[in-house]
């Protein structure tokens, strides 16, 4: 089975990185600001990411690593390339909402081919290799992911950021007719719910976002039956100069993909005006 020993690392490694969020969540722990107002970083965020980059680096000395904390210089154009976020949402982490995950996201030649996008707070583990479906396992209970298939955005539910409302977003829901929306932390878990059919969209309009924010989540919904594009519908890319997804995207269904695409495309006209 292709990367199924990626897949399994990735899994257990984020388990074990679990254990070492929870310890650090239930007591008492460091908390800095990073610089150029990029929010907070905490004791479990460089733990962690020192712990995962170590251990991959171990288990594949010939890949390439990125954590969203490591400091050194990575060659971001690396044929195979791992792709790490300690902890999505740090400040969900900090309010304790539960609304954070852990996340691992593998690449080959700059598309996303293994994800695993794992929150301990509930114990649920997200996972997926390209070509071999995407799963959800909680309690030792394994089961299939399947985005919807309604393709009438009136039934629709959207996802949005809970610490950044946008109201273009806004707007383009009303354009859909999409009447029921929640907010939650992490975006993987955002993805997450897309793919196990709890929502049907999410936008991130930012061009702010990591690229460790979207490479673990994005194999998941694509196997699930849905997908994460730019707002042109064009594929992510992970490499290049920088680590930042510098493009708005959108994640949401097969079948409603057409109808999303084109209710930004009408939006942004009429912003332009």
């Known amino acids: 089975m292709q990367y199924n020993e990626e897949v399994s690392l990735a899994i257990e490694l984020a388990r074990q990185a679990g254990e070492i969020a929870i ?38 000395p010939d890949d390439t690593v990125l954590g969203e904390e490591t400091k050194a210089a990575v060659d971001l154009n690396a044929d195979r390339l791992w792709i790490i976020d300690p902890i999505d949402g740090t400040k969900d982490f900090l309010k304790k909402n539960g609304e954070w995950s852990i996340m691992i996201g593998f690449t080959v030649g700059g598309s996303a081919k293994v994800g695993v996008v794992y929150q301990p707070s509930v114990g649920k583990l997200y996972s997926a290799v390209e070509g071999q479906g995407a799963w959800v396992e909680r309690a030792g209970v394994s089961r299939r992911l399947h985005v919807s298939r309604d393709a009438d955005s009136r039934h629709a539910t959207i996802v949005n950021s809970r610490s950044h409302p946008d109201d273009r977003i806004d707007r383009i829901q009303q354009r859909l007719g999409v009447r029921v929306g929640y907010r939650h932390g992490s975006v993987g878990c955002k993805l997450a719910h897309i793919a196990e059919a709890r929502a049907d969209m999410y936008f991130n309009l930012s061009g702010r976002c990591g690229m460790w924010d979207t490479c673990g989540p994005e194999v998941i919904i694509r196997e699930a039956g849905g997908d994460l594009t730019d707002l042109d519908g064009h594929p992510l890319h992970y490499g290049g100069e920088s680590t930042l997804v510098d493009v708005p995207f959108v994640a949401t269904t097969d079948a409603l993909k057409p109808a999303v695409l084109a209710a930004w495309a009408e939006l942004r006209e009429e912003l332009s005006e």
């Open 23 to 60: 310890e650090i969540h239930d007591r008492e722990y460091d908390v800095a600001l990073k610089s150029g107002d990029r929010g907070p970083v905490t004791e479990a965020d460089r733990r962690i990411n020192e712990f995962l980059v170590q251990r991959v680096s171990q288990a594949f």
